[in-house]
């Protein structure tokens, strides 16, 4: 029974460790940039431009994992991660941080992690069948801990900037990085878009194994499509919140502990949905799960962009984490269900080119609001548009028809 889990647990140290990274990276990297630049405006403008890489590149990463190997992207980009990480304290003692030279890091690093995230989503269904374990139970256990992660990612992250600095804390996450690397090189499981792919050259059936692919099925398949598009603009305006909008109001109140606990609640509660999912999927239809994200969403960030007292912040951050911490599995899931298995890559792939799509232009907009009419003004527009999103959403014919 342990020797069939062994696979699962590799895999999910390696999501965690990943995950962890990466959370910390959100913390220690907007902070670097205002303690040394003090400009939410430029802020904005690496982490939109490190988010164009995602967008680019992702779709190829969907690629090389249907055709390369889902491990062994995943190792890889793990690995180029860590380098990547340990270039800003490198270069901080070795030449001195410029506005130039942190911005040229943060678009290097960002090439590598989106091919990371979508080899390690594609491996899920590979995981399950090794571990035999319901594949559903599996994704919201996958996306329980990546949400773990992201509770103590931001923590662990205001920890060590008060402690050793921000620069230093790039040690840290360049570790986990090559943490996460080892321990999914040692995963050994079946793969089974090769053996789909196999089997229908097996059969005479020519295999599409063009890029496009990815582009294609989420385009004809409405419910997809009608998703990925709902994911494009409440990504545009949800990430700039986390990673621009609460980190400049609480550098002004030089409180790296305070912005911590806030976006560690919002990890806390999608932890707690996406661990849930596994049971609440087999009491409520997808319809309703879907219903009951989108309103908890738009009802939830309100009194976040009210920026009120730090105990009713953490409470909003808290319910609108629980609110969308089962969409991640749900939608996972519908891919895993609607497309074929070698095509999964080049899916998830494009997926994730479609979280680095909007983000860009929001962050720019929103660092620039920030600077011109503060954080509070450029909240409450932010949770407005994303309300309006989501009540939009549901009224869509093809979220009630299509499940």
Same mark, same amino acid.
């Given at each position: 029974? @342990?020797?069939?889990?062994?696979?699962?647990?590799?895999?999910?140290?390696?999501?965690?460790?990943?995950? &962890?990274?990466? $959370?910390?990276?959100?913390?220690?990297?907007? !902070?670097?940039?205002?303690?040394?630049?003090? /400009?939410?405006?430029?802020?904005?403008?690496?982490?939109?431009?490190?988010?164009?890489?995602?967008?680019?590149?992702?779709?190829?990463?969907?690629?090389?994992?249907?055709?390369?190997?889902? %491990?062994?992207? $995943?190792?890889?980009?793990?690995?180029? /991660?860590?380098?990547?990480?340990?270039?800003?304290?490198?270069?901080?003692?070795? =030449?001195?941080?410029?506005?130039? /030279?942190?911005?040229?890091?943060?678009?290097?690093? *960002?090439?590598?992690?989106?091919?990371?995230?979508?080899?390690?989503?594609?491996?899920?269904?590979?995981?399950?069948?090794?571990?035999?374990?319901?594949?559903? #139970?599996?994704?919201?256990?996958?996306?329980?801990?990546?949400?773990?992660? !992201?509770?103590?990612?931001?923590?662990?992250?205001?920890?060590?900037?008060?402690?050793?600095?921000?620069?230093? /804390?790039? !040690?840290?996450?360049?570790?986990?990085?090559?943490?996460?690397?080892?321990?999914?090189?040692?995963?050994?499981?079946?793969?089974?878009?090769?053996?789909?792919?196999?089997?229908?050259?097996?059969?005479?059936?020519?295999?599409?194994?063009?890029? %496009?692919?990815?582009?294609?099925? &989420?385009? %004809?398949?409405?419910? @997809?499509? +009608?998703?990925?598009?709902?994911?494009?603009?409440?990504?545009?305006? =949800?990430?700039?919140?986390?990673?621009?909008?609460?980190?400049? =109001?609480?550098?002004?109140?030089?409180?790296?502990?305070?912005?911590?606990?806030?976006?560690? *609640?919002? *990890?806390?509660?999608?932890?707690?949905?996406?661990?849930?999912?596994?049971?609440?999927?087999? #009491?409520?239809?997808?319809?309703?799960?879907? %219903?009951?994200?989108?309103?908890? +969403?738009?009802?939830?960030?309100?009194?976040?962009?009210?920026?009120?007292? @730090?105990?009713?912040?953490?409470?909003?951050?808290?319910? &609108?984490?629980?609110? !969308?911490?089962?969409?991640?599995?749900?939608? +996972?899931?519908?891919?895993?269900?609607?497309?074929?298995?070698?095509?999964?890559?080049?899916?998830?792939?494009?997926?994730?080119?479609?979280?680095?799509?909007?983000?860009? @232009?929001?962050?720019?907009?929103?660092?620039?609001?920030?600077?011109?009419?503060?954080?509070?003004?450029?909240?409450?527009?932010?949770?407005?548009?994303? $309300?309006? +999103?989501?009540?939009?959403?549901?009224?869509?014919?093809?979220?009630?028809?299509?499940?």
């Amino acid at each position: 029974m @342990l020797k069939k889990k062994t696979p699962l647990v590799l895999h999910q140290v390696s999501n965690f460790a990943s995950g &962890l990274g990466n $959370s910390i990276l959100m913390i220690t990297i907007p !902070w670097l940039i205002l303690q040394e630049t003090r /400009s939410p405006a430029f802020a904005g403008l690496v982490a939109a431009i490190s988010a164009i890489p995602g967008l680019i590149i992702s779709p190829i990463g969907g690629w090389l994992v249907d055709h390369v190997g889902r %491990r062994a992207v $995943s190792v890889c980009a793990d690995l180029l /991660s860590s380098l990547a990480v340990f270039a800003f304290p490198i270069v901080a003692l070795t =030449y001195g941080l410029s506005s130039f /030279s942190i911005l040229l890091i943060a678009v290097v690093g *960002a090439i590598f992690d989106p091919a990371g995230y979508t080899a390690r989503k594609t491996l899920l269904a590979d995981v399950a069948k090794a571990s035999e374990i319901e594949l559903d #139970r599996l994704n919201g256990i996958h996306d329980g801990f990546m949400g773990i992660s !992201w509770i103590l990612g931001p923590a662990v992250g205001a920890g060590l900037i008060s402690t050793v600095g921000a620069i230093n /804390s790039f !040690w840290v996450a360049g570790g986990l990085f090559i943490f996460a690397a080892i321990t999914i090189a040692f995963l050994r499981v079946g793969n089974l878009g090769k053996e789909a792919r196999d089997l229908a050259e097996k059969m005479g059936e020519k295999s599409d194994r063009s890029l %496009r692919v990815g582009f294609q099925v &989420l385009w %004809r398949d409405k419910l @997809l499509r +009608t998703l990925t598009i709902a994911i494009l603009v409440i990504a545009a305006v =949800y990430l700039p919140t986390e990673t621009l909008v609460l980190p400049a =109001y609480f550098e002004e109140q030089d409180n790296p502990a305070g912005l911590g606990i806030v976006i560690s *609640a919002l *990890a806390a509660g999608s932890t707690i949905g996406s661990f849930g999912y596994g049971w609440i999927s087999a #009491r409520m239809s997808r319809k309703n799960l879907v %219903r009951a994200t989108l309103i908890g +969403t738009a009802v939830s960030i309100v009194p976040m962009a009210l920026l009120p007292p @730090l105990p009713l912040f953490l409470l909003a951050a808290f319910l &609108l984490g629980l609110s !969308w911490g089962p969409f991640n599995p749900l939608e +996972t899931s519908l891919i895993q269900q609607r497309v074929p298995a070698d095509q999964q890559g080049r899916v998830f792939g494009v997926q994730t080119a479609v979280f680095y799509a909007a983000p860009p @232009l929001g962050m720019v907009l929103a660092g620039l609001s920030v600077e011109s009419f503060g954080v509070s003004t450029t909240y409450i527009v932010l949770a407005a548009i994303l $309300s309006v +999103t989501a009540i939009l959403a549901l009224l869509t014919k093809s979220l009630r028809s299509n499940f």
